[in-house]
């Protein structure tokens, strides 16, 4: 593992990268997870078949697809989405590639974030959409203040592992461009042949931390959810 | 077996006869070359070495790479793996008396290259395999048979013109290779991407600045697209290419430098070249001075 340990601030610049991918894919899906989830519930024909659209085409294409579609075709179709390279969060400038990695994250998770809210909702007794229409409380009010709040509560387990599998798909990325953690760790076993195993252990121990601080976070979410029965 | 193979000789023939018919569109396929084999190659060998063994079994199992024009590529539709990489394995091949058709090509990617010698998987590996110390401690490399240096492919428009100039810009290769991280300590924006043809397809795009790795890579691809790309910059590092062998069997090394000298006196050597690299219209370079076996 010396490898590993003479180029630790790289390997830390990596996970920071494999970080940074989970972080902002993983607001972004859910909050446009959200938005379809309601989308699909709601009074709206016409958003509601939209919605159903986007999750069946979303869930069922492989992730690689979505990642080959935003990194390789559309550039080819004139949207290199390089505009974002004006950007800069506290020094550290947000590169095309960064962002275009982002969005094919973001579209895909959001299917399955919105098919867990969805299943939340379903879980809320209708007597609470009823009682709060009865009143006088608008959809949006209903679905903000009644629905939600407690459908969001019955699908923390469900949008836990969304979350974990986004976490793990950000290595896709390792192949259009961002030096994340499982790029680089193929250039460290290519410069290390001699270190091979010491250098997979390391890196699944990285994979392994993040994972488990999601979930570490998710059950104390749970627990201060979690409703007397 | 024989009606597949029956049926894939009237698909060959059928598309050879579809090439010639467009005229010269199949000029561009790399052609190949003859190698003698030796006869009665096992006699000349010791009891008990690995030549012995490969000679006697009459094949033998080579890795090399599928991906780069021009050193080792395989077609979806193609038989045997074409480049300079099977030239020198078959040259290897011929002098354990087994003719082309009885080497077993393997795929070996960058990260299997030391996993395949070490098990046994391959007798030698010959796929752009650069020695270095980390690896000649774990497995066993002779050559080099080829010396390449790093460069950069941009656009015709680019102002690209000198090492300095990729500061800051954006440099795709294959990620987790060793070209990435020669640009990255230029100060480049490492961009990887799973194979080289993705990673031109962005230059070409504008999405990246240039692509970098091996000329003699780079300069396939020029080749292929003259209007659009261009080669540039003195190479910037220096890849020996060796064969890798089996840490298990050091009597190879001695062999593969001898076979290796013997094809650079006699021209094998330099008609391989011509066949592959340097059709993308290079001048043959002189062959390198093998290193001495430990």
Redesign the interface.
Known sequence: MDAVFSNFDEVLKAFGLTLGLFVVSGIGSLIWGTVLAVFRVGPVSVLNKVAACYVTLFRNTPLLMIFIFMA?AM??LGY?F?FIEDVSIGGWQV???FFRSCLALTLYTSAFVCEAIRSGVNAVDLGQAEASRAIGLTFNQSMRLVVLPQALRAVVPPLTSVQVALAKNTSVA??????EAT?T???L??????Q?YGIFIAFAIGYIIIVEAISFSSYAIERRLKVAR | MRFTRSKALVVTVGLALSLAACGDAGSDDTETTDVDVAENAADKFEDGTAMKELAEDGSITIGVKFDQPGIGFKGATDDAPKGFDPEIGKILAADLGIPADKIKWKETI??N???FLQEGEVDLVIASYSI?D??R???GQAGPYYVTGQQLLVRSDSDIESIEDIKGL?V?SV????S??NVKAEGA??????TYS?CV??VL????DAMTTDGAILLGYAAENPDELKVVVDPFSEERYGVGYSPDRPEMCQWITDTLEKAEDDGAWDEAFEATLGQSGVETPDAPALDECA
């Open positions: 390789i550039p080819r290199t390089n590169s095309g590639f390792a192949a259009f461009g961002i030096a790029a760790m193929r250039g076993v290519n410069q290390n042949g001699d091979l | 960058s990260a290259r030391e996993p270095t980390e690896r401690a774990i497995v954006d795709c990620t987790g290779s060793t990435l991280d924006k490492p961009r990887g991407f799973d993705e397809d962005q795009d504008g999405t990246v």
